[in-house]
């Protein structure tokens, strides 16, 4: 079995010459640019690390591993529209560097060019790949939709709240995984178990993301800290601490997350979360998926030394070493 | 053989009912107000036509037909919020209706959509099918990146100018006749004549409607008259009478495509426009394509008695009574 190293690697050697045509100038020049930009390419790799799950690498994975990136950038570019995001991995967003027209057609472009990816891929395979890419593109974008709803409503329920994420990040996540189950010839309970692996360690993933916005070491996350309270962003911190607080906290948590934010602001909200428990109470929810997860793993049908990659990708994942 | 009234009310039937799930109900909204617009379905038709040339109508036309006109309206979407359009078929255009980031994320979502269509379609198909789709989504959106980049540049030559509709507009219409062709078990060659029917007569449609908007009768157009010299647009006619004026003429063309438009500036290009005889250069041309239209409708072996609905449908759409 080849290690997350050298599956990055040999995907990027797959990947690393231009992938779109020279003109248009301006709108490949976009697309390219925000594959220029690197990244960790996990999505990529998960889809080759669950192929080997099932004996050696079926070269189609390096097919479907790389339309699950284009997707994903696909989706970074128009997110970053919509939220009229100026940077993204420290450089500007591809609107700032292009401008709002070529970002967004670069966006469709590669959302096409994935679909072409896919289509390389083996016959046999071609119906089932597509109909799960299918379903997982129509939830991301749902997921976005669902936190665009979000940031104009004053409540949002917990569940609401996990509904999106799941969505907007993690079912993208199983995608890859059962992609690469599929690859491998799997059946569907396997392919489901997978999938559910995926899901899972997705949602504790953001719901650590979350966490260390706020109470991270920003150096290293590489985030300002308490960067999702200066932005008013309702993660679950912010639902627990705001379905828990008294009178007083409460009004004091909708009234600062409707104004404008300063260093203050994010003490006085994060000495709330804390008042509330609400650091304690997302450290287990995270702790919570990250177990349904695991149960998942346990569960696929492969031998067991197959697995450790994956056990271990996961435990580290959680611990954001990664 | 069925009419064109017939199969758009076939066509109709099929997809009449919504096509979209309830929640969130702002995304899906959004996508079933541009469906619901109208507009003559003149692209899904051309499907069921070009199939029918073969025989019965191959059930799996629908599939692709509704694809076709989802991919339409996902690029009408986009590119409204890209040309600030604020009305589309007299109704307020989906991001007037809803709001920038819903539309953008709606019109993703009917990509997506159509994908799901397509993979609807029997499994012998389906690459062939997916394959001529990618190449044309593409192109369509390199259409539309020229377009933009054209308005930014005093000049584009003739030929750049054809290249432009023929990708932005008119392969699509090419990829409408070639599905039907492949959904009826055509030869490479016979699918190629009927996709180079389309897209010329795509391109004849195109400069038919250049030359209407400026010389047409309103009434029957249903447009502003002068409505692309008002928009400073680059139509054929502008490019033609640029390529031809004086010295004098041409600084005046290029200062009034410069600035704000008033009736004055109208009728003074319009006189311009006939001074150098572009009203009856763009005529010829229009002609030209549309015999080469012809041309490879009178090659696409099928009994003549199956293309009389086709050769109809080309000389109504060229007299715009349609």
Redesign the interface.
């Known amino acids: 079995m080849q290690s997350f190293r050298e599956l990055s690697r040999l995907f990027e050697e797959r990947t690393f010459a231009q992938q779109f045509p020279e003109?248009?100038e301006?709108?490949y020049q976009a697309a390219e640019y925000i594959l220029s930009l690197g990244g960790k390419k996990i999505r990529p790799v998960l889809v080759l690390m669950a192929n080997q799950l099932f004996g050696n690498l079926n070269s189609n994975s390096f097919y479907a591993a790389n339309a699950i990136e284009l997707f994903h950038n696909f989706t970074l570019i128009?997110d970053d529209?919509?939220d009229r995001a100026p940077v993204r991995r420290s450089k500007p967003t591809v609107h700032k560097k292009f401008d709002?027209?070529?970002a967004?057609?670069a966006?469709?472009?590669m959302?096409?060019?994935a679909?072409?990816e896919l289509?390389k891929i083996d016959?046999n395979f071609?119906?089932e790949i597509?109909?799960l890419f299918?379903k997982t593109?129509?939830e991301v974008?749902?997921g976005?939709?669902?936190d665009?709803?979000f940031e104009k409503r004053e409540t949002v329920s917990m569940d609401e709240y996990l509904e999106m994420i799941s969505l907007k990040t993690s079912v993208l996540v199983g995608c890859c995984l059962q992609m690469g189950a599929i690859l491998g010839g799997a059946g569907k309970g396997t392919q489901q178990h997978l999938y559910n692996f995926g899901k899972n360690l997705g949602i504790a993933f953001q719901i650590q993301d979350d966490y260390l916005d706020a109470f991270g070491d920003t150096e290293k996350t590489g985030k300002t800290a308490g960067g999702d309270i200066l932005a008013n962003k309702k993660t679950c911190l912010y639902l627990h601490a705001l379905e828990n607080a008294d009178k007083t906290d409460r009004n004091y948590l909708i009234k600062a997350y409707s104004g404008e934010g300063d260093a203050d602001k994010i003490n006085k909200v994060l000495s709330l979360f804390k008042k509330y428990n609400s650091d304690e109470w997302v450290g287990e929810l995270k702790q919570k998926y990250y177990e349904t997860a695991i149960h998942h793993l346990n569960e696929t049908a492969v031998i067991s030394k197959n697995k450790e990659q994956l056990f271990h990708f996961a435990a580290q994942l959680m611990q954001r070493e990664f």
Do not use: S, W
């Open positions: 003109k248009p301006r709108l128009h529209i919509m709002e027209p070529t967004l057609l966006g469709d472009v959302l096409v060019k679909y072409e289509n016959i071609l119906h597509f109909e299918n593109a129509k974008c749902e976005q939709q669902l665009l709803d």
